[in-house]
């Protein structure tokens, strides 16, 4: 158990705690360059209700060079395609509509659609995020943009994508998750050991792109399109940036019921067999670290002689830990409840010890 602590106290003080008090980026409206065009890219299937929210806020992105939203329809039965042909032909110079009418055997649906709208996007700065998302303000282009110029010339941007607060435990068990992913791959990043992004809110150039050949290494994977992406930015030696303050992120909708969050997270999980082994490693460690503290803990129970200390390591470790979320969730602006945090954490690494299991036993995954 105190071996289990001790690198949950290394990972917290070298990634999370760091990160968590980092300086916060140039606000948007600091005299920065704005002046490389951004392609925002949008895949949708059947999101018509989605995209009338989502289009309007891209439109009225307050960003001072060229930009253009290419929206991508993948085979879509409603009247998706109806309504961004109405604003290509309304808006003819930003919105550009590239169809899909069928995927060709054996290849992931989604990475097809982006490979065909990467292809067809004017410029080679590019920025992704999904129809069922919105961005946090009307500077989110601009400050992800920016990404570019850090770091040397990034290749590739890392963004945040929150989730909407809502009533209920799995909204709280949602958005702590959440927290918990962005704390290591962002931390990671900014460390500079990048391992993975989200779709949601994630930024590369077309000259990344080509480096890592697209999704050829993964095409056939339903999962990927954007942490395999970054894996394989790293493996060709693209520089990778994060942008983290709480004017760049997006919002979702989260899953509603257990069975949909589910489903989500084995998807999610299931491209992990193909990170690099040392990203395989870091990440593991921490999630084994977290998972054996609580095995140890059932254990120790049921000791009597134990008791003392093992309430003394328990609340220290976990009044710790639970600062250190806190410091984070108000960092990336996404609240989590802090009384629930103890509960969260548990509940959170049991489920994620389920999910691999599950995955282990079944790796069958479904996609819309």
């Known amino acids: 158990m105190l071996a289990c602590v001790l690198v949950q106290l290394c990972y917290a003080a070298y990634f999370f705690w760091p990160f968590a008090r980092r300086a916060a980026e140039a606000p948007a409206d600091a005299p920065r360059p704005d002046t490389e065009p951004v392609s925002i890219v949008v895949c949708a299937r059947n999101e018509l209700d989605n995209l009338r929210r989502l289009l309007p806020l891209l439109l009225k992105q307050d960003y001072p060079a060229a930009f253009e939203v290419v929206l991508i329809d993948d085979r879509s039965e409603d009247d998706t395609y109806l309504y961004a042909q109405q ?14 009418g069928r995927t060709p055997d054996g290849f992931a649906p989604k990475k097809y659609a982006l490979t ?41 941007v890392l963004g945040f994508s929150a989730y909407t607060e809502a009533p209920g435990f799995l909204n709280q068990l949602i958005r702590y998750e959440t ?24 930024a590369y150039t077309r000259a990344c792109f080509t480096a890592t050949k697209g999704f050829a290494s993964h095409i056939r994977q339903l999962s990927g399109d954007d ?31 257990w069975q949909a969050w589910w489903r989500q997270k084995r998807r999610h999980l299931s491209a992990g067999r193909a990170y690099r082994f040392a990203d395989r490693m870091r990440i593991g460690t921490f999630v084994l670290a977290n998972t054996l503290f609580y095995l140890a803990t059932v254990v120790l129970v049921f000791s009597q002689n134990n008791w003392v200390p093992l309430a003394v390591v328990w ?54």
């Open 179 to 202: 927290l918990l992913t962005a704390a290591q791959y962002l931390s990671f990043a900014w460390r500079g050991w990048p391992y993975m992004g989200v779709g949601r809110n994630l």
């Open 315 to 368: 609340v220290l470790r976990t009044l710790f830990v639970s600062a250190v979320y806190a410091r984070l969730s108000r960092r990336l602006d996404q609240p989590v409840n802090v009384g629930l945090l103890p509960i969260l954490d548990v509940v959170y690494f049991i489920q994620y010890l389920a999910l691999g299991a599950s995955l282990f036993l079944n790796r069958t995954l479904r996609w819309k």
């Open 116 to 156: 065909l709208g990467i292809k067809a996007a004017r410029y080679p700065r590019l920025l992704f995020t999904d129809a069922d998302c919105i961005p946090a303000t009307n500077q989110w282009l601009r400050l992800m943009q920016r990404g570019f110029s850090q770091n040397s010339e990034a290749a590739v």
């Open 87 to 100: 604003l290509a032909q309304y808006y003819p110079s930003t919105v550009r509509l590239v169809t899909i």
């Open 227 to 257: 942490d395999l992406l970054v894996q394989d930015a790293v493996r060709a030696g693209q520089r990778v940036a994060v942008v983290a303050d709480p004017g760049a992120h997006t919002l979702s909708e989260p899953a509603e019921t």
